[in-house]
């Protein structure tokens, strides 16, 4: 079974709009993290976000915010104020045992977003 | 510059090649990872070294061989590819052990073609 799961392949955005960007997750952990990364065509993954399961508050960075659900196992990505440079593929990623060895990541299918003038 | 640099950028191999792809960080990290990324499939992990030991290879075939010399370069050596190998190599690098990881830094990637 998928750990990761999104399920929007691809989306159009309006520019200056807001998207969000689906995640759900499934894990037996308590302690956990959720890693949101953009991915342009060059290739190089940039970390955009993070929350900790622990953390009371949805994380937010700038034009990027994050909408956890935990109950629901949701981690949905929220960018506002879309611009161009926004047209990318973004993975939604998930760290289980944080203090195990290794700290490994479990990616998502990615969604591709384009960002219409 | 991301802190994470991957060479080469891009590399063309035939099937009887043995070639090496690089990646180097000086961010202090503590773990390194290497990542296929194939169209249309998720990031796949295959190795996972913490402080300079493999702790996971997954299912990877004897192909790809990885090195961790030190703390701050991974290599793999690739000999006899597949053309199903063909892919994007990413490696990353994160800190270990504690809540206030911010999880990983990418480098760039490098793009194999086999044919």
């Known amino acids: 079974a998928q750990k990761i799961t999104q399920t929007q392949p691809g989306m159009f955005v309006q520019e200056k709009e807001a998207v969000t960007l689906d995640c759900t997750y499934d894990?037996?952990?308590?302690?956990?993290?959720l890693f949101w990364y953009k991915q342009p065509s060059s290739g190089e993954m940039i970390f955009l976000i993070y929350?900790?399961?622990?953390?009371?508050q949805n994380a937010t960075e700038g034009r990027y915010s994050l909408n956890f659900q935990k109950a629901r196992k949701s981690a949905n990505l929220v960018i506002s104020a879309s611009q161009l440079g926004d047209s990318a593929m973004y993975f939604c990623?998930?760290?289980?045992?944080?203090?195990?060895?290794?700290?490994?990541?479990?990616f998502g299918g990615g969604t591709r977003v384009l960002v219409k003038p | 510059e991301t802190g994470v640099t991957q060479t080469p950028r891009h590399l063309v191999m035939g099937m009887t090649n043995k070639k090496s792809l690089k990646c180097e960080q000086h961010l202090g990290h503590n773990a390194m990872y290497w990542y296929k990324q194939s169209a249309k499939k998720p990031l796949e992990l295959m190795f996972v070294y913490s402080l300079e030991e493999r702790v996971e290879n997954n299912s990877v075939p004897s192909r790809f061989s990885p090195e961790c010399p030190n703390s701050s370069h991974l290599f793999l050596h690739l000999h006899t590819l597949q053309p199903e190998d063909s892919a994007l190599y990413l490696c990353a690098s994160s800190r270990l052990g504690t809540r206030d990881d911010y999880g990983y830094t990418f480098g760039s990637g490098t793009r194999l073609t086999v044919v």
């Open positions: 894990t037996s952990d308590q302690s956990y993290g």
């Open positions: 929350q900790g399961s622990y953390d009371e």
């Open positions: 990623a998930m760290r289980e045992n944080q203090r195990a060895a290794g700290n490994k990541l479990t």
